[in-house]
Nanobody, 115 residues
Framework: QVQLVESGGGLVQAGGSLRLSCATSGYIFRINDMSWYRQAPGKQRDLVATITSTGDTNYVRSVKGRFTISRDNAKNTVYLQMNSLKPEDTAVYYC?????????WGQGTQVTVSS
């Protein structure tokens, strides 16, 4: 059974940093691409960053240069380092993987950036 568990969210002032983690189990982590999404109140869930099984990364324009996605295949964990946070980064952040035709999601972790 695939499980994704996010952690590391919290309240931070603008300009601060947070590191999100997503611990996974139930599948072969190293061969799957992993993504982070976020959903602000009243808005749709949007892709933030993706890391492929080979370590290639992609970011939405609004976070380029501030966020870094990484993975540790030995720990079956994907990370999102978030620096220079802005109030508009406030959202619930979700870990995601897609395998066997199914999207898998964690429960989400709240990130709140105060101005």
């Amino acid at each position: 059974q695939v499980q994704l568990v996010e952690s590391g969210g919290g309240l931070v002032q603008a300009g601060g940093s947070l590191r999100l983690s997503c611990a996974t189990s139930g599948y072969i982590f190293r061969i799957n691409d992993m993504s982070w999404y976020r959903q602000a109140p009243g808005k749709q869930r949007d892709l933030v960053a993706t890391i492929t099984s080979t370590g290639d990364t992609n970011y939405v324009r609004s976070v380029k240069g501030r966020f870094t996605i990484s993975r540790d295949n030995a720990k079956n964990t994907v990370y999102l380092q978030m620096n220079s946070l802005k109030p508009e980064d406030t959202a619930v952040y979700y870990c995601n993987t897609f395998r066997g035709g199914v999207n898998y999601w964690g429960q989400g972790t709240q990130v709140t950036v105060s101005s």
